[in-house]
């Protein structure tokens, strides 16, 4: 009782004495969709406390692409000069002056300074505050939302803030951001699973042909039946490296998603025999586990596709396998980059629940630890075959996300993701209706491209083929078989400086025939693929059998291999690694290694996409890597 008398009088003295603001707010965040399956039930009580978390803006992320570029430019005098962990994490820690000023406008909208507490980190400010407190911060309407389970959670569907305040705040939690997981509630009850929960959806497809004769696994036979021997011959993948140890390989995989040692055995025994009983290095992030109770194509294609094809084509170099979450919570994009950046851990980068893994996980069976916090250096390469619609997120989570790709890109990390399978349309083919969220009932007509291919500071990876009766000399054309490349236009992220000349061009010279109630035709945004490689038939050993897989799953731990065999070379003449590769591909000498895809399409939305075409295009980017050429134009740099 006295508890809560206290928190009426709180209520009351600041509904009498609070003081007016000192400016116009200004939305800040608005829900990017609406949680599904939740019911907006009833106003929360006035009096009930929540605790409010401020994340502030890293100081100096206005710098960020030019100081990438600095590091990243072929022209560049600096290029490959990395910055070091440390020297990263002093130069964008939150500034004293975002601090003081948040500090400043929570004591002048009524909260005494005895209420207000910045984290260790300087990177939060937390107060635990009423809902009538919140809601007049930030002229926000709170709700209390229920699902059938059960379980309730407060939420608004947008807040603001001063405007001379949102060049020192990037989110502030509880707000429009939703809980994903319910504690003991059954997966089909969930908000929203977590990356890596096996569905017909998300990881690389397949139709369930076999491959039942290995004499049909011959090079003339490429247009069927995608090899290691395919793909040598394709991009001239021949380097033997030099300096393995020094290089290995980054895959990261999402629990409880996982490969089977048998089916490594297996595909090594048809195609690298010296390699049976060689295993991944595991580095288990916030409890990954490598299971094996659970077996199916959902569970184990995805792992079992990544590691056969990396570990063949680098082989002997080591492949590190960043097995990220339990297999309770699970685990989002932020995790494995908690793991490997110390500082974007110690600031809390925007870990949330809705997407990523919240550790210690208290439940059963869960990894009750501490995240894990700069466990693991970034590897020199990085390859991630998972992705989520840009719609689904806030622009300042994606957007906080994408800085710290950037950040990796300065240590001289390469990172790649697979760009979606499902052409200009989102996962599972969904697109976006007038006001840009998911029409999951069909109907949507505006195109839905995929985060975190979007991210200007990450290397997005599309697919080709090889076309029926074709071979590995013929040119290849856009993935037209079971997937569709994705590509598109961001709704977030501007254009970055690196493809202006190159996605102009193409927007000048193959004009797309869609309005801007189709997709952002501003000329103005990031645009991706960034370049591609095959992504049909891969002949790949799952739960015991040899099956036929597709997807931008196969071509980004392609791309990547490609990669870690040319750092290879490059620290074998002293040299260091590639880094952010795109400013490079988009740059002559190296654009002039690429094969032109200049065929096939992305169709999605009830449209046929965007066609491949001479230059860059939304559907393979600048092409496919040619290493025999890839290689000597990336010694020639300093």
Known sequence: MRLLLLHVLA??????????????????????????????????????????????????????EKLLMSIAHPESPTYGQYW??????????????????????????????DRIRVSP????????????????????????????????????????????????????????????????????????????????????????????SLDSLSP??????????CLRALYNI???????????????????????????DMFFTNFSKSQVGQRPVLVSIDGGVVQTDSQSFGINGESDLDLEYAMTLVNPTPVH?????????????????????????????????????????????????????????????????????????????????????????????????????????????????ASGNPATQGGGVK?????????PFVTAVGATQINPGSTVKDPESACEQVIFSGGGFSNIFPMPDYQEYAVRNYLKDYPPPYTPQQYNN????????????????YVTAVDGELNLVYGTSASAPVVGSIITLINDARLAIGKGPVGFLNPAIYHLPVSLAFNDITSGSNPGCGTIGFNATKGWDPVTGVGTPNMEYLLPAFLLLP
């Open 447 to 455: 195109f839905n491209p995929e985060f975190p291919a979007t991210c």
């Open 11 to 64: 209520i009351c003295a600041f509904a009498v004495g609070a003081p007016s603001r000192r400016s116009n707010l200004v939305l800040h965040e608005r829900r990017a969709v609406e949680p599904i399956a939740w019911v907006k039930t009833r106003r929360p009580e006035a009096h009930k406390v929540l605790p409010l978390r401020i994340g502030l803006k890293q100081k100096n992320t206005h710098e960020l």
């Open 238 to 264: 021949y380097y033997k490296p030099q300096k393995p140890n020094d290089n290995p390989y980054g895959i990261v995989e999402f629990t409880p998603q996982a490969y089977l040692g048998s089916d490594l």
């Open 220 to 229: 003339a036979n490429c247009d069927k039946f995608t090899t290691p021997d």
């Open 84 to 113: 070091s962990p440390e020297q990263i994490a002093d130069y964008f820690a939150p500034s004293e002056a975002s601090i003081s000023s948040v500090k400043s406008w929570l004591s002048d909208t009524g909260f005494h300074p």
């Open 522 to 537: 501003s000329g103005m945004v990031r645009a991706f693929p960034d370049l591609s490689a095959n992504g049909a038939n």
């Open 321 to 433: 396998l960043l097995q990220t979450g339990d297999l309770v919570e699970g685990a989002g994009f932020n995790n494995w980059l908690d793991a490997v950046d110390r500082s974007y851990c110690t600031f809390e980068g925007g870990d949330d629940p809705q997407f990523d893994g919240i550790y210690p996980d208290t439940r059963p069976g869960g990894f009750n630890q501490p995240e894990s916090c700069g466990i693991i250096a970034p590897p020199k390469v990085v390859s991630i075959s998972y992705g989520q619609d840009e719609a689904s997120l806030t622009a300042a989570y994606a957007e906080r996300q994408c800085k710290e790709y950037g950040k990796l890109g300065m240590m001289g990390t390469t990172v790649l993701y697979s760009s979606g399978d499902f052409g200009v349309a989102g996962s599972g083919g969904v697109c976006l209706d």
């Open 121 to 212: 980190s300087k990177g939060w400010i937390d107060v635990n505050a009423t809902v009538a407190e919140i809601e007049h911060l930030l002229d926000a309407e709170y709700y209390v939302y229920t699902h059938p389970s059960g379980h309730e959670q407060t939420s608004c569907e947008s807040y603001s803030v001063p405007d001379y305040i949102r060049e020192h705040v990037e989110l502030i939690k509880p707000t429009v951001h939703f809980v994903h997981h319910l504690p003991d509630a059954p997966s089909s009850l969930r908000k929203r699973d977590k990356l890596g929960a096996p569905d017909s959806i998300h990881g690389p497809k397949t139709i369930g042909t076999k491959v039942t």
